[in-house]
């Protein structure tokens, strides 16, 4: 693909219509997905900061088998609401009050009316500004999509009382939520700048780097490009112009060396 290609394709092209390029995905394991044909491609999306801990799905199916045998799966009361809220809290100190809804879209429409600035908490978020000087957040949990639901934290809770009341959340979600955000702070303690600076002689000109976090330095118009040069050489990045990709937990330079081929819009 040249500099014209990458540069000349249509500014509002759908992530969708970027994922389809991927072939079947028939296994995925720690940073790295592997194809139909046996094509591996390394995982530098995250699902959007969801799996930055990598795809640690082995621990996460015992205790959900664990829970399906215990028969534990609808929205009933138990002692995993509570459990969620410590480790939540531990997570987000600085966040006294927790909602949790089935999906954002139920508290999406009323928080549009809301005078405070509204952020995002996500994992390594101190990195993006997203989050932390915002009174009212959605957390993006270091969950599985399957998993996941939709948690909003506050600051003071007198401050937003008109919030919609929480909603059940199935046990076995909040057991997942509770298991994962334990093995993300685990994999942070052991993660960090030396880790992440190795990608830095490989970006130059394309993306920068904020803590794990790369950020386009090219225009949205070049984005389908730059994410389909990427895909060709074995490198799922964002597929979301403005959502930031990801420098993987785990990867040796063959794996990360062609990013330095991919043209600079």
């Known amino acids: 693909m040249n500099k014209a290609s990458v540069n000349d394709r249509p500014a509002e092209v759908q992530p969708a219509d ?7 995905i028939e296994r995925a394991r720690g940073w790295r997905l ?4 046996g094509r591996r491609f390394l995982d530098m999306w995250a699902d959007g900061g969801r799996t930055v801990a990598g795809r640690r799905t082995g621990s996460q199916g015992r205790l959900a088998k664990e829970i399906l045998d215990r028969g534990l799966v609808s929205d009933l009361p138990s002692s995993w609401e509570g459990r969620f809220q410590k480790a939540l809290s531990s997570w987000l100190p600085s966040y006294t009050g927790f909602h949790f809804y089935t999906t954002e879209s139920v508290v999406l429409p009323f928080l549009g009316g809301m005078a405070s600035g509204i952020g995002r908490e996500k994992p390594f978020g101190s990195w993006l500004d997203e989050g932390g000087k915002t009174d009212l957040a959605f957390v993006t949990l270091p969950l599985a999509p399957v998993w996941t639901f939709a948690a909003l934290v506050v600051r003071k809770e007198a401050d937003f009382e008109g919030l919609p009341p929480s909603e059940s959340i199935p046990t076995i979600k909040l057991a997942i939520a ?10 942070e303690l052991g993660t960090g700048e030396s880790q992440w600076s190795r990608i830095d002689r490989h970006i130059h000109g394309l993306f ?3 803590g794990p976090w790369l950020l386009p330095l090219y225009h949205k118009n070049a984005h389908a490009g730059v994410f389909e040069a ?15 990709s990801y420098v993987p937990g785990e990867f ?13 819009p």
């Open 18 to 24: 970027l994922l389809a390029g991927l072939p079947q």
């Open 34 to 37: 592997y194809g139909a044909g």
């Open 178 to 187: 509770t298991h994962a955000l334990a093995e993300f702070r685990e994999f």
């Open 208 to 210: 920068e780097r904020k």
């Open 230 to 244: 990427c895909l060709a050489v074995g490198l799922l990045i964002s597929p979301v112009y403005g959502q930031p």
């Open 252 to 264: 040796d330079e063959g794996e990360i060396a062609p990013l330095r081929k991919i043209p600079r």
